[in-house]
């Protein structure tokens, strides 16, 4: 709660344009914690900030002050990663991939030896996400720059300042951009990867059209981790987010175990996760 506070207040201040105090506030903030802070800085062009901290950078839409590995490892074990965190040597998509907020996390997991796909529609959040790959050296990492949808082709995405909240729309206005559509099947097919021991999904209402484009390619899926967003359709109204069930529902037709979480977080309540039943893969 006291950290919520604090970002408010430091989001506050940007807004107000008291960018090089902000910076300032918050590599204090970062030494008072006993972090290896190096810089702290707005990266205008990209609408984003970064953090460098020992000899990582990390990258967020948003001021802030707990950005580093282990904190984001810790963010990543209890959220996303509660069900399975990927080894030495996996193969992993992580769609809705935003500025790379899991990007190092899943990069280190997996190793040399193994694969990250990282997945963002938004154009301008790819500036960002291609800009952390460099930074960081992800050899590893495939970026892609499509829309998951469950047809090819084109669709609008919004523009607004929470990159986290885009959504896919269905129709071109003065606030959208229009990308190119995939299916996963298709991804899957065009890097001829044979196996993906772990999907992290977060895509604002589209996971729903994610699974209809999976195809025949769901046998080579041993783990998802799919945050639902039911809890945006109980503050929306918009039948769009109400995928839980319609998610549940396909992973169980296709002999996935599921887990769910009851907590006071409806956030966390919206997360699906789910392992291929043993003696199911192909």
């Not at 702290?40 to 460098?52: D, G, M, P, Q, R």
């Not at 790819?126 to 930074?135: A, G, M, P, Q, W």
């Not at 169980?252 to 392992?275: G, H, Q, W």
């Amino acid at each position: 709660m006291i950290s919520k506070i604090i970002n408010k207040q430091l989001q506050q201040l940007q807004n107000a344009g008291h960018i090089k105090f902000l910076s300032g506030l918050i590599h204090s903030m970062y030494k008072l914690k006993g972090k290896d802070v190096r810089n702290v800085s707005y990266l205008k062009e990209l609408n984003a900030w970064e953090f460098e901290i020992g000899n990582d950078f990390f990258y967020s839409s948003g001021p802030g002050w707990a950005y580093d590995y282990p904190y984001l490892l810790s963010q990543f074990k209890a959220n996303l990663g509660h069900h399975y965190i990927p080894k030495d040597g996996d193969v992993v998509f992580d769609v809705g991939a935003g500025v790379g907020e899991e990007l190092m996390i899943l990069s280190k997991c997996v190793g040399h030896t193994g694969r990250v796909f990282a997945v963002e529609a938004h154009p301008k959040t790819f500036k960002v996400l291609e800009y952390n790959k460099d930074k960081n050296s992800l050899d590893n990492t495939q970026l892609i720059n499509y829309a998951i949808n469950d047809v090819p082709g084109f669709v609008f995405i919004e523009d607004n300042n929470d990159s986290l909240g885009n959504k896919l729309i269905s129709s071109q206005s003065a606030n959208t951009f229009k990308v190119q559509a995939v299916t996963i099947e298709q991804l899957i097919d065009q890097f001829k990867i044979e196996k993906i021991d772990f999907i992290k999904v977060n895509i604002e209402g589209a996971e729903q059209l994610l699974i209809r484009g999976i195809g025949e390619s769901i046998g080579k899926i041993k783990n998802l981790a799919i945050s639902c967003h039911d809890f945006r359709y109980e503050i929306e109204g918009n039948e769009f987010f109400k995928t839980k069930s319609v998610v549940i529902e396909y992973l169980k037709d296709n002999k996935f175990e599921i887990s769910l979480r009851t907590t006071s977080n409806p956030l966390l309540d919206d997360y699906v996760y789910a392992s291929l039943r043993s003696g199911n893969e192909s």
